[in-house]
């Protein structure tokens, strides 16, 4: 029996030549293929969105005391069973903010820039604003995650938000 | 009995390079749609917009099947 027009021998050839070559057929294949990939990563977005439980209302947590950050200064922290990182900011008018100190743009630590009331990420120039979070300028796609600030007395205590943007 | 394929090629011998041009142009443009889509995918998630994620995928797996079937019209190789 001829192996001669088996289609297998387009995949092992004998000459190098042939072996490099990739033709429009198996490149149009190949864009198939890549796109069934994007189906893929959409489908595990969609699904880690579905599954994940954003109910998840976290226990107040204690800081520190108001003493402990100057007007201007800032403090970071983690929460109680996390490693994500935040950071307190005690602004120039008095008011306590808590944001994650991850930029979401590549996750660079932001850090609040005193005078300014903007948070900076060095990284790639991007500016929050301290109040609320949202992007003023440069490449974040997304305000940076918020934490509720609450004083008693002299503490300063952090919360998870509820599921509604902050 | 001859299907639409071959139909295809023994109508237009002379024309299979533009017919694989526009092919590969078609699944281009579809594979950027779903680059798109998966960016926005991303980043609404993250930001909470769930139900961006669940019509990105649909729209993602739409425009997969069609370039799946897209497939169909390629060109036989020549031999």
Redesign the interface.
Known sequence: MSNENKHWKEDFPINRGEANQVSRRDFAKLLAVVSGGMVLGNGLIAAKAFFSDDEEVGEKQKVCTRNEIPVGGTKSFVLKNDTVPYILIHTEEGEFYAYEQKCTHLSCAVYYKPGTMKIECPCHNGWFDVKTGEVLQGPPPRPLKKLVVTLVGEEIFVQHPKTENV | MSDFRTGQENAHPQKKSMI??T??VV??T??LI??W??YT???N????H?EV??S??IA??V??LA??I??YF??K?V?
């Open positions: 694989m041009s092919l590969i699944l281009l579809n594979l779903q680059i889509l998966l995918a991303l980043n998630a993250l930001d909470g769930k994620a669940y990105t995928f993602s797996l425009l997969f370039g799946t897209w497939l390629l060109p190789s031999k």
